[in-house]
């Protein structure tokens, strides 16, 4: 989902904990403070989100490995989060 904000497209996703919209910079979920985990391409270096399967600055597909991996970093952040 997107809108437009300031003449920019700006990206929404949605909070894995309580489904809330996120804008795409947004590093915590503002309704259950969960994080919004993000990543680095391992092409180009640029950010990209954990559920994005190609890197939308240079094209390639997300390594299966490194998303398997976030998934549980992600995980264990809600987790801490939850916690607290």
Avoid at 35 to 50: A, D, L, M, R, W
Avoid at 58 to 70: M, Q
Wanted: net charge positive; with cysteine; proline share 4%.
């Amino acid at each position: 989902m997107n809108y437009e904000k300031d003449n920019k497209i700006v990206l929404i996703s949605a909070c894995k904990n309580c489904g809330q919209n996120l804008e795409y910079d947004w590093n915590i979920c503002p309704y259950c403070k969960t994080p919004v985990v993000s990543i680095v391409c391992n092409y180009c270096g640029q950010e990209i989100k954990t559920n994005w399967n190609y890197c939308p600055h240079c094209k390639n597909k997300v390594k299966a490995e490194i998303k398997d991996k976030l998934r549980i970093d992600e995980f264990n952040a809600w987790l801490r989060a939850v916690l607290k």
